[in-house]
């Protein structure tokens, strides 16, 4: 088992490094002259070679990238030529707020996702499961931005309930609620829809176990069967497709963010890539990676403990 | 006479006939209701320059934003006085394009290298497996976004960001189902045999990979639809004038109080061409299930 | 035949029939016979002819899309009628049964200690430590080694056989009346198969359980069984005592049956050194058959026996068959035995 945690952790790691090239050479591919995109219009020539030695742009592209990575690990992510401000610090106030959109999305997710999922499981083929099922469906088809539209229409402008957009920091928990609800429900849906689905298919694949047959046959009442024998097994499956939607969500949050106009990452990633402000975009999509991976990390440990044969060696059969 | 009493033949598990497939496809309504979906959608995006009651690029500043229903536009007009309906029929081409083509586009890239990678193993899964990773690290919209600013604003190069986006996922399944695969009897008893690989990995196993592949592809069109459709919100799809879901959408949001149609309408497309595939998607792979299951 | 002391099962006119997608299937048609306290009851036939369909219908254990009908009473009491409800307190309890594959029939997740500790906290309601303690008892009942250790062990760490014991024990912790056993060992080495069965033959007498082996191996049948039944198309074709069966057959598909079976055992014959084969395949049932099932395949068959299917009657003393042309077959040169 130890062996296994170091081998994953390894190849994490490596694939860490990998992408932290990646986003050095993408960013750099993006067109045009970083100079002219970090300096005021109309710069002069000289202004622009000024500009590249001080960015460390004259130098050769390993260089630059060693040089980058050096800062990074140290917590400096260099400072956005738009703003002014260290990159690291804008991330360090944003990243919380995605973060807890993400988790309040997932949150809805979950809260709904898995109850129903069950529902529509076990009463397979009744007026239940088709309405469940069809909702699910829908919820898949909607693109999330469109419903984000809808909903602000809907609540915020005509029944003027929710504020249409902006960003409350959690001192006031209630108003941060007020602006998060919205959000979270629309990023949230699409991952419901998902994870419903996929409960729904692991708990009739749970069902027709051979094991839930035994359950059955030593009279196990209905509740023991699908919450003791069934369940655990489909959680296994559930969890590891939750985690795979990970990214999906932060996906989702990009747009999100840019309608609620929410001051998390995905708004900022949108803005560096219009506004060409490199080191903020180095610095987001580094920390998204980072982030991602070890996301993805966590979430195989956690199927190795849930899973017992991956974490107790089997025997001969 | 000497053998003991025969016993039932086990059923074929790689061949069934169309037809009981198409039976059995016929017998759940909502499938057949999505690829009647689908069916329309494409038929909409061939047939749109000549079905489309107005010129989808006209503008006509006399009728700007105009409801449902007025001077015979039928969805209303947008904000320079464009029919509505003309202009998401239209759209559909883009959305389809980039939609349905990246997808295949990934297939086609993916297929081959997932099953080398994991037929051969070795260096070369090794190395297909590590760019996997890396390329799944990155958010699907960020990877897209970022390939779609870097090669430039456009509808190949959207294709292009999406298509790579989902190359990940079609390789990770042709490897796996390649992994188990290749230590099937028949498989090493062609190995044994002296066929060679190339004549093992087209006959023998890329016809028992297919089924968890046409999954994946029922629930990636849908995705890269909506893909294409961010992408276009933002900008970096489709450049105007050519009509786009997406820039419509983008373009209606200063309206939403004043024009609520021109923001519903755009939606109401994505929506129901999502639906269709991924109705359509359902039963394909509930049809397909039962045949994996024996 | 020994009459038994009490009829501990009695199953009468057992119908079960499925409506599916690809049409209706008669899986179990008019099955009778009675099950004695103590006694082994063996219940015979190749792949598809009901006899794993008639286990679950005495359990309860039906899909949904399977109707059932016809009597049956666990002593004395009728279970047709009853609610799942009621159903459930009496599985695992009063009659119970165990699977043909023990690799996928425990539950992966839970430790073997759990999984038997599990029904008697269900039915004896006792605590998880009393449970625990009667856990480690029950798999010494099955001769699992180091019991103690073993009740905290996952079932992938345990062999194919010690699986099937571990299964063995959830099914007698309650001490049932009736065990049904679908194929216990044929997913198993031959030389794990004499265990179990030996475990099997132990438990009947410490614990006086009826035992109903569903099986298709003769061998099994005549190691452990008292009686045995035998199956076709849903059909019973024949019964009575194992001895008499095996020496006597009365149907010729039981006759085909014993003759397509390596017998060691016997002295050799002229007629006994050639295995037979039965031509054909074990049909499926869609519809009342309106002639003998076995006709088809059976070398006697004549058109007596295409006018309606037989009805089970005695043929020889204490020997039932479902023939019109019953008996073992006449000592006639070159011909199949």
Known sequence: MRWYILRRIGISLLTLFIATVVVFVGVRALPGDPAVAMSAESASPRALQAIRVQYGLDKPLPVQYVNWIGHALRGDLGHSPKTGLSVAQTLVQRVPITLELTLLALLVAIVIGIPIGILAAVRRGTIADY????????????????????????FAVHLGWLPASGFVPLTSPLENLQHMLMPAVVLGIGLAAVVMRQMRSAMLESLGADYVRTARAKGLSE????????????????????????????????????????????????DSVFSRDYPSLQGVVLVTATGYILANLLVDLAYSVLNPRIRVGGAAS | MTVAP?????????????????????????AVIGLCG???????????????????????????????????????????????????????????????????????????????????????????????????????????VGLAAILGPSLINATIALAVSQIPMFVRIARGEVLGLREQEYVQASIVNGAPSRTILRRHLLPNILNPLIVQTTVAIPGAIIGAAV???????????????????????????????????????????????????????????????? | MSTPTSTRLAVEDLHVRFDSDDGTVLAVNGVSFDVGEGEVLALVGESGC?????????????????????????????????????????RGREISMIFQEPMTSLNPVYTVGYLVAEVLRRHEGLSRRAAKERAVELLELVRIPAPRQRVDEYPHQMSGGMRQRVMIAMAVACNPKVLLADEPTTALDVTIQAQILDIMR?????????????????????????????????????????????????????????????????????????????????????????????????????????????????????????CVHPGPVPERAGAAS
């Not at chain 1, 590891?240 to 708004?267: D, H, N, Y």
């Not at chain 2, 297929?111 to 994991?118: D, L």
């Not at chain 2, 519903?264 to 269709?276: D, K, N, Q, R």
């Open chain 1, 223 to 270: 509740r023991s069967v699908v919450g003791v024998h069934a369940l655990r097994n489909s959680l296994v499956t559930v969890v590891t497709v939750v985690g795979l939607q990970l990214g999906a969500l932060i996906s989702g949050a990009v747009v999100t963010e840019q309608i609620f106009l929410v001051p998390g990452i995905g708004k900022l990633t949108i």
């Open chain 1, 131 to 154: 309405v469940a099922s069809t909702t699910a469906l829908g919820g898949l088809s909607v693109p999330h931005f469109w419903l984000g539209i809808l909903f602000i229409l809907l």
């Open chain 2, 231 to 294: 992408l276009s919100f933002l900008g970096l799809g489709v450049q105007p004038p050519t009509p786009a879901w997406g820039t419509m959408l983008s373009d209606a949001q200063q309206y939403i109080g004043s024009a609520p149609w021109f923001a519903t309408f755009p939606g109401v497309a994505i929506a129901i061409t999502t639906l269709s595939f991924n109705l359509f998607g359902d039963g394909l792979r509930d049809v397909l299930d039962v045949r994996m299951g024996s």
């Open chain 2, 6 to 30: 025969t016993m039932a033949p086990p059923a074929p598990t790689a061949v069934t006939s169309r037809g009981r497939m198409r039976r059995r496809f016929r017998r759940r309504p909502l």
């Open chain 3, 202 to 322: 132990d438990l009947r007498e410490k614990l006086g359980t009826s035992v109903v082996i569903i099986t298709h191996d003769l061998g099994v049948v005549a190691d452990i069984a008292d009686r045995v039944v035998v199956m076709y198309a849903g059909h019973v074709v024949e019964t009575g005592v194992v001895d008499d069966v095996f020496a006597r057959p009365q149907h010729p598909y039981t006759i085909g049956l014993l003759g397509s079976v390596p017998r060691p055992d016997l002295a050799p014959t002229s007629a006994s050194d050639r295995l037979t084969e039965i031509p054909g395949i074990v049909p499926t049932l869609r519809q009342p058959p309106h002639e003998c099932v076995f006709a088809p395949r059976c070398p006697r068959a004549d058109d007596e026996c295409r006018r309606d299917m037989p009805a089970l009657v005695e043929t020889a003393p204490g020997q039932r068959a479902a």
């Open chain 2, 38 to 144: 689908v069916v329309l959608v494409v038929l909409v995006a061939l047939l749109a320059p000549w079905i489309a009651p107005y010129d989808a690029s006209a503008s006509d500043y006399s009728a700007v934003l105009k409801p449902p229903g007025t001077g015979g536009h039928l969805l209303g007009t947008d904000d320079v006085g464009r029919d509505l309906l003309s202009r998401l029929m239209v759209g559909t081409r883009a959305s389809l394009t980039a939609g349905v083509l990246s997808t295949f586009l990934a297939l086609v890239i993916a297929v081959p290298v997932g099953m080398a990678a994991g037929y051969y193993r070795g260096a070369i899964d090794a190395v297909v497996s590590r760019v996997t990773d890396v390329v799944l690290s990155f958010p699907f919209l960020i990877l897209a």
């Open chain 3, 50 to 90: 009901g006899k794993s369909m008639t286990a679950m219908a005495l359990m309860g254990l039906l899909p949904p899309t399977a109707t059932r009908s016809g009597s049956i009473r666990l002593a004395g009491r009728e279970l047709t009628g009853l609610r799942q409800r009621e159903m459930r307190e009496l």
